[in-house]
């Protein structure tokens, strides 16, 4: 088991920046394999950036929010971050933090939270 727990959403206003936090925890090999997702009203749930699993980690990120979202990693805390800046209000979604290592069998989301982008 795989426990994911994602903080630091909130509201801001547009060209602000925020931080999410991903803390990872239980049966977790490496942070290969992390990622973030977002799901705003109405629009299915979308990859924003992930680790990958194989490799030295290449780190990939939709199209939307390349430039100026960036997501980082501290091994040592098993945690992963996202770090948002010239945030939209486009941007505004649920963000998720996600576990997949389809090797392991393993699939594991957090339960999301809400970054509001409005002024």
């Known amino acids: 088991q795989v426990q994911l727990v994602e903080s630091g959403g909130g509201l801001v206003q547009p060209g602000g920046s925020l931080r999410l936090s991903c803390a990872a925890s239980?049966?977790?090999?490496?942070?290969?394999?992390m990622g973030w997702y977002r799901q705003a009203p109405g629009k299915q749930r979308e990859l924003v950036a992930r680790?990958?699993?194989?490799?030295?980690?290449?780190?990939v990120y939709d199209d939307s929010v390349k430039g100026r979202f960036t997501i980082s990693r501290d091994n040592a805390k098993n945690t992963v971050y996202l770090q948002m800046n010239s945030l939209k209000p486009e941007d505004t979604a649920v963000y998720y933090c996600?576990?997949?290592?389809?090797?392991?069998?393993?699939?594991?989301w957090g339960k999301g939270t809400l970054v509001t982008v409005s002024s």
């Open positions: 239980g049966s977790i090999f490496s942070l290969n394999g």
């Open positions: 680790i990958a699993v194989l490799g030295s980690g290449l780190i």
């Open positions: 996600r576990y997949y290592l389809p090797i392991r069998d393993m699939d594991y």
